[in-house]
């Protein structure tokens, strides 16, 4: 038992001395001069009384003196290296800060952007869908089947495109917003984006082949701009 008791210390010391910590690294520090400088310091003073430098009181007194010294020596060498590694921790905050702010700063202008972007672009949207709503209003008899049709596909285009706006503005702020996760029937709009695709070129022949049962869970309008 005695034996297992020691080989569990060794192996709790020599674990202490691998860590990767601020009491690992002042134990590296000053186990070495712990263990050598005492052993040093007795052989030194043990010679000196075989020469018959001083007697045995003078040499214990030496001994505790030089004990003293070596004592104060290794506070203050580690309270400088505690200084040291408190000055590098303190720059490393203060890193972190101004580089949260760089990016709490950079988020705010994109933010700015896309509002800038989302709003100069809804704009000459509402303007087209409006008057492309009042032309077929007001010259429903003038306009025939082929010209409701093409407004008809003019103001459906516009409400894609703002839904296409609100899907991007989403993407860009995926980093800061939480997704809006739902079961998505990607299957139906597959077939809502092939129907969309054949109104807006009905000349072009095209066949789709789309598997049937295809659910996701995910955002439906960011799998709609993907």
């Known amino acids: ?110 933010e700015a952007f896309s509002y800038s972007v989302s709003h100069d672009l809804r704009a000459p949207l509402r303007s087209i869908a409006g008057f492309s709503q009042a032309l077929e209003e007001d010259f429903a008899d003038k306009l025939g089947p082929e010209g409701k049709d093409s407004i008809d596909r003019i103001v459906a285009a516009s409400k894609r495109m703002g839904l296409l706006i609100d899907a991007l503005l989403r993407l860009s702020r995926v980093s800061r917003a939480s997704l809006n996760r739902q079961p998505v029937d990607l299957t139906g709009m597959a077939r809502a984006i092939a129907a969309e695709l054949q109104r807006s070129a009905p000349g072009r022949r095209a066949d789709f082949v789309i598997a049937e049962g295809l659910v996701a869970n995910a955002d439906p309008q960011l799998v709609r701009v993907a």
């Not at 060794?10 to 005492?38: K, Y």
């Not at 003073?45 to 430098?53: F, K, N, P, T, Y």
């Not at 070596?70 to 590694?85: F, I, M, Q």
């Open 1 to 110: 038992r005695g034996r297992s008791r020691r080989r569990a210390s060794r192996r709790g010391l020599v674990g202490l001395l691998r860590q990767d910590t601020l009491g690992a690294f002042l134990a590296r520090r000053l186990l070495p001069a712990a263990l050598i400088l005492p052993v040093l310091l007795g052989w030194l003073v043990l010679q000196g009384e075989r020469a018959g430098l001083y007697g045995p009181h003078t040499g214990v007194a030496l001994q505790a003196t030089t004990q003293v010294v070596l004592l104060v020596l290794l506070v203050a060498g580690c309270a400088a290296s505690l200084n040291r590694v408190e000055a590098q921790r303190e720059f490393l905050n203060e890193e972190r800060d101004r580089r949260r702010r760089e990016l709490e700063s950079t988020n705010q202008e994109l």
